[in-house]
Nanobody, 124 residues
């Protein structure tokens, strides 16, 4: 499966952005989808994941209540709505997919497929 993230940009603290991830290839498989991010000088970290059906999600504590993941399987897309953004949310955001792991497992053990990231910059 191939993944392409988009929607990043520059936003002021307190603002919002919506990221989108387009999946192509073996999209008929039941993939858990998710988002990770990497801040400058830091390791990549888990943000959120969603099950194929959409009825199970898992969020990193740092984004709970501010970020919302959703998916549209008919369009092979996953979205990340990011509200109340803070400078510490700055980083490259990567879309990811995994054919076997649950959202919780994806958060703790990572995912198999990765797309190129999209840069989010939050100014103070």
């Amino acid at each position: 499966v191939q993944l392409q993230a988009s929607g990043g940009g520059l936003v002021q603290a307190g603002g919002s952005l919506r990221l989108s991830c387009a999946a192509s290839g073996r999209t008929r498989s039941m993939y858990t989808m998710g988002w990770f991010r990497q801040a400058p000088g830091k390791e990549r970290e888990f943000v959120v994941a969603i099950s194929w059906s959409g009825d199970s999600t898992y969020y990193a504590d740092s984004v709970k209540g501010r970020f919302t993941i959703s998916r549209d399987n008919a369009k092979n897309r996953v979205y990340l709505q990011m509200n109340s953004l803070a400078p510490e949310d700055t980083g490259v955001y990567y879309c990811a997919a995994d054919p076997t792991r649950s959202p919780v497992a994806a958060g703790t053990r990572g995912m198999d497929y990765w797309g190129k990231g999209t840069l989010v910059t939050v100014s103070s």
